[in-house]
Each structure stands twice: as structure tokens, then as C-alpha cells.
């Protein structure tokens, strides 16, 4: 299978005090791809406005989103897409719906990003990706065609802010804790939906913070990488592959970068396997 990577260093969806860091994990990551195969998509150099939306710093974040867009058209193979902050995804998911009408989602992230600009204690879109997605989001920020919610599945999450966890429920979304999260598991719950065609979207706040370090948002009692990297595996060979994105690499300057690319690059080599 044909692999290519779109880098979007956009850095304008995350709250974190450490958002500015993700521009850098997003270029050392381009560092280690391979330069004929990968292509970088133009992120504004200012903050944004928020423009009365509830999201904060929300014309970048459409700015970065119509630029995307547009990259993602009329490319072969399976695109794997390099944030910058999660934000990233209200671009890649849709694209890829569009052309598999059954794709399923498997969100690996420890926190659910289910928040609304209303809900949200923040006002970053980071913390609404998935809702937007899913088609409960500022209006120009939804897609046209959202995804269902009976085909994604929550993988390694632990921490909900109060609406986020009372609006899963509501809506039945599976979930699969760290505990519970294993190959066997995760394949079931895709089997489950129907699906055929599957997404990845890799927050790396997703792993144990003892493992990986370069986080904005670090969450205690994680995944560990093994069982992260069999379980891409495990659905790769029991699905095919149309996407997948990795976020939320956030280094604390560029040279401690290389301490944390080790892992990504495993995961990688996971995904293209």
C-alpha cells in the first residue's frame, strides 16, 4: 500500500501553555519522513480571533482547515497526517469519510474531546474535535456529512471533563479504557459497527506519561507503547487502513525533541506495516 504524510504544524487549536511546541514536534517529526512522499501544509503565524464563536482562536484553526482541505484532494493511497494540535482532524476524518461511506474511527486519546463551545471550560477546540465531527460543533467547523457516533470508538481515554462523560452516555459511545484496551478487544468493538474501512487518530496523550513525555496535556495511568503499536497492528490486519492521524507532539525545545521521535517513529512503522 502507497503511504504518503501531510504535515499541519497548527498549533492555534490547543489551550496548553506548551502549544506553541507543537510546531516544533511537527517539523523535527518531518525531519525523519521521507521528503518525496511528504508534504507541509501552510499554518497562519498569528493567533487567530475567536470571532464571537466560543473557539478560541477559530479563524486560524478555518484558515488551516480550508488550506488542508484542499491538499487532501485528489491524492492516492493512504494519507497519514503529522499535527500539530487535534484539531487537525476536523480536515483528515471527513475527507476520508467521504470516500468510505463505512469508515469507522478509533479515537486513541485520554481525553474524549467531546466538549461543545458552550460546554467547554476553555473555549480550545482541541477539547471539541471529535464532537465537531461527529456533527455538534460551531457551525462552520462541521462537516457537511458527520460521522455516526455508533462508529467510533473511544480507545485509552481517562479523563472527561463532567458534560463530556454525561454526553457519552447519552449517546452510547463505546469506550475502552487502558485497562481494558487490547487488540482483541479493540478488533470486537470494531467488528461491532459494521465497519470495513477504519481511521486512526493517535493523540499521544494517549500513552503513559512515564514512556512518553513530550505532552501538553499529560494524563497519569496511560497506555503503554506496546500495547498502543499491537493494537494499530491488529487493525490493520483485520481492516484496511485509509487514514490516520498523530497529534499533540509537544516537545520541551527542539533539541529535546529526539528524546520522544524514537516512539512516534515506532508507531509509524506500526501504521505503515
Known sequence: MDFSFLVVPQWQGSGSSRALQLTDGANALQGDLPVSKTTVVDVPLGAGESLGSGVRRISAIQTVRDRFAEALQNRSGVTITVGGDCGVEVAAIPHALTAHPDLAVVWFDAHPDVNTPESSPSGAFNGMVLRTILGDGFPSLVPVNPLPTSRVILAGTRAFDEPEAEWIAERGIRMLSPDELNPESLVAAIEATGANTVYIHIDLDVLDPAEFSSLGYPEPFGVSLTTLLKSIRA???????????????????????????????????????
Request: a negative charge.
Open 235 to 273: 487493525l490493520g490486519a483485520r481492516f484496511e487502513l485509509v487514514g490516520a492521524g498523530i497529534c499533540e507532539f509537544a516537545p520541551t525545545s527542539p533539541e529535546s525533541a529526539s528524546d520522544d521521535l524514537p516512539a512516534i517513529l515506532r508507531i509509524i512503522g506500526a501504521l505503515t506495516a
